[in-house]
């Protein structure tokens, strides 16, 4: 079992930036590929961003390529997503995800932490 904890959400104006923590606890999360996904009222879970187990492969997708940044450090069993310059429409509850297959949908990864809220002003 793994448990995940996210933190560092809050409110914050388009153009700013904000950084999400995910802290884990339990098996080795250096096992496991992470992830991060968002949520928007009324609308189903998308995918953010991904790394590798050893961080040398990340993914992002189209809307937050060059925007977000993922990593993670297996020694501490942390991780986190910067998010520059944030737009109105990044507006969600971000989740952090691990699982054993690096993959753009929820279904790939088997343990979620609770959420943080994000909101951008416009």
């Known amino acids: 079992q793994v448990q995940l904890v996210e933190s560092g959400g809050g409110l914050v104006q388009a153009g700013g930036s904000l950084r999400l923590s995910c802290s884990a606890s339990g098996r080795t999360f250096s096992s496991y590929v992470r992830g991060w996904f968002r949520q928007a009222p009324g609308r189903e879970r998308e995918f953010v961003a991904a790394?590798?187990?050893?961080?040398?492969?990340?993914y992002y997708a189209d809307s937050v390529q060059g925007r977000f940044t993922i990593s993670r450090d297996n020694a501490k069993n942390t991780g986190s997503l910067q998010m520059n310059s944030l737009k109105p429409e990044d507006t969600a509850v971000y989740y952090c995800?691990?699982?054993?297959?690096?993959?753009?949908?929820?279904?790939?990864?088997?343990?979620w932490g609770q959420g943080t809220q994000v909101f951008v002003s416009s």
């Open positions: 995800a691990a699982g054993t297959v690096v993959g753009g949908i929820p279904k790939a990864y088997d343990y």
């Open positions: 790394i590798s187990r050893g961080g040398d492969g990340t």
